[in-house]
């Protein structure tokens, strides 16, 4: 069974870059037909998907990050990052990582405990 790991600082200042990992085991960031997604609930709002890495590389980004989201992997290490530039308070949130079946069709099927970020000097 896949497991998904969060890791990061939990305090970053504003117009910093927040910076998380998700290490994943179990299975292979590489596997076919996988998706590997950044979601984030800010404080009394809903999920909000950031982005995806794809099995065979490349991203996915939200319009509304893009300017500000990178993400990359790391295939010997199995595990995936994010980096969101220019922080505000406004990305106080509960970052968690997850994985997107796209067998048949697009639904995640595991997901990390998540992370909390606070944005704040």
């Known amino acids: 069974q896949v497991q998904l790991q969060e890791s990061g600082p939990g305090l970053v200042k504003p117009s910093q870059t927040l910076s998380l990992t998700c290490t994943v085991s179990?299975?292979?960031?590489?596997?076919?037909?996988?998706?590997w997604s950044w979601i984030r609930q800010p404080p009394g709002k809903g999920l909000e998907w950031m982005g995806a890495?794809?099995?065979?590389?490349?991203?996915y980004y939200s319009p509304s990050l893009k300017s500000r989201t990178s993400f990359s992997r790391d295939t010997s290490k199995n595990q995936f990052t994010l980096q969101l530039s220019s922080v505000t308070p406004e990305d106080t949130a509960v970052y968690y990582c997850?994985?997107?079946?796209?067998?048949?069709?697009?639904?995640?099927?595991?997901w990390g405990q998540g992370t909390q970020v606070t944005v704040s000097s």
């Open positions: 997850a994985r997107v079946n796209g067998f048949s069709s697009l639904f995640f099927d595991s």
């Open positions: 890495i794809p099995y065979s590389g490349g991203t």
């Open positions: 179990g299975g292979s960031i590489t596997t076919d037909y996988y998706y």
